[in-house]
């Protein structure tokens, strides 16, 4: 079966303003990778919808969502915090950044595609329940999550979230709901200086120290992730796909590299074969270092497309 490609033209309009890290050149960065690379006419290609208000609702509260859809500018740029901002097209990219989420669990749970990976834009994983914040607006990947527990009827999934930074808004909304296992690697001390709380056997979180390379992640995956993920037998797989980890990455200090990247998607097949019948969906989050990401990114897509 295929592996889906979901975006939609409006990723490309978020705009945070110039010299922002979270900048649309991320995903042209992606996507020229992709073609040069020879993968892209492999892929199964969809366009995003909007994620409806009820879809929304299962992660996030009827208020929050209000409050994003009024503070959408007309004009200019408004601040939510200081590193997220929305622009007059944010509304609308978040709002298909999530729907991207529900059309590829739609074709993954209904077995049209194998796997997918949603080349978004906003990110997610930073955005809790009731707060906006790291350049996140809508939680993209617990929206998916939600979508397969809520209208497809899965009885257990799995989030497994590579980015650099500690995917707390994930954490936020989960946490309590034994059928969501999370499991992580984070740099730790850095933003947003959470993921050492938690002492839920469903919230696997690994800090990584400053400095650590693919020895420190491999052996975390392999200590801590595949068997947390071998007990929680999930029925789909989701990827926080961030590329920051990456050694080459201006906004933090872990030394990950493309091979890593590969590694890492093949061990996640594996359990997505063994349990899942090999479905995995997966979202773009960080990842700035523009040539770093289009070849990570790349060699993530490449297994997906080979699993």
């Known amino acids: 079966m295929p592996t889906a490609y979901i ?10 303003g110039p ?6 050149d991320r995903l042209r960065a992606i996507g020229d990778r992709l073609i040069s690379a020879g993968l892209d ?27 994003i859809e009024a503070e959408a500018p007309a004009s200019g740029l408004h601040y939510i915090d200081p590193d997220t901002a929305m622009c007059p097209d944010s509304l609308t990219a978040a709002l298909h950044a999530a729907g991207a989420l529900v059309l590829a669990t739609d074709l993954v749970m209904r077995g049209e595609c194998r796997s997918a990976f949603c080349a978004v834009r906003p990110p997610g994983h930073h955005a809790e329940r009731n707060r906006a ?19 497809h009827g899965a009885a257990r999934v799995a989030i497994v979230d590579f980015d650099v930074h500690h995917g707390n808004g994930t954490e936020d909304i989960f946490t309590g709901d034994d059928r969501v296992l999370m499991v992580s690697t984070f740099q730790h001390p850095l933003y ?10 469903l919230m696997v979180n690994v800090p990584l120290a400053q400095g650590s390379g693919s020895e420190a992640f491999r052996d975390a995956v392999r200590e801590h992730w595949l068997p947390a993920l071998a007990r929680h037998r999930p029925e789909i797989i989701y990827i926080s796909a961030g ?19 590969a ?31 289009g070849r990570s990114a790349a060699e993530h897509v490449r297994e997906l497309l080979m699993g």
Do not use: Q
Not at 44 to 59: D, F, I, Q
């Open 41 to 67: 006419s492999y892929l199964m290609h969809h366009t995003a919808p909007a994620a409806k208000r009820n879809e929304l609702a299962r992660v996030h509260g009827a208020g929050y969502i209000a409050t």
């Open 7 to 16: 975006t939609h033209p409006s990723s490309l309009l978020h705009d945070m």
């Open 19 to 24: 010299y922002h890290p979270e900048c649309p």
């Open 133 to 151: 914040m790291g350049f996140c607006l809508f939680n993209n990947v617990a929206v998916g999550a939600a979508h397969a527990l809520e209208a």
């Open 263 to 293: 590694w890492v998607t093949r061990e996640l097949i594996g359990v997505a074969s063994e349990h899942a019948k090999g479905r995995i969906v997966s979202a773009l989050e960080g990842g700035y270092a523009l040539s770093a990401l």
């Open 243 to 261: 590329f920051d980890a990456h050694r080459e990455d201006p906004l933090a200090g872990l030394k990950l590299t493309e091979a890593d990247y």
């Open 192 to 201: 947003p200086y959470s993921g050492t709380e938690s002492d839920s056997p």
